[in-house]
């Protein structure tokens, strides 16, 4: 059986954690979010410099998430948005968009914090 988009989903949503997706609008501070399921995976530290550590990860979303369109958020995700994973914010530094065919399945994204 060829996977789908809809598949997709339901894998995410079975094995993943739930995580905030949130974009900023403009000088204002307002913001947009959207509470999604992800499979968090890949963890990294790195020593910069010897003073500051980040930690690097991937955030596997899918496109058809639920929570893109019941809060109407402004999709694709870019870089420079942020994913808040158990309370810690992070920030997404690039962005794939994985297809099916013609139909987009889900986002693999690198965020660092």
Do not use: N
């Not at 402004?74 to 810690?88: A, H, L, N, Y």
């Amino acid at each position: 059986m060829m996977p789908t988009p809809d598949s997709v989903r339901r894998l995410i949503d079975r094995f993943g954690e739930t995580v905030t997706v949130r974009r900023m609008a403009g000088t204002s501070g307002v913001g947009f979010d959207a509470i999604v399921k992800a499979v968090v995976r890949g963890y990294r530290v790195e020593a910069m410099a010897g003073l500051l550590v980040e930690g690097e990860r991937e955030v596997r979303i899918a496109a058809e998430d639920e929570g893109f369109t019941s809060s109407q958020w402004p999709q694709p995700i870019r870089r420079g948005d942020k994913v808040i994973i158990g309370g810690v914010t992070t920030t997404v530094q690039t962005v794939d968009l994985g297809s099916i065919g013609d139909a987009p399945a889900m986002y693999v994204s690198k965020v660092t914090g």
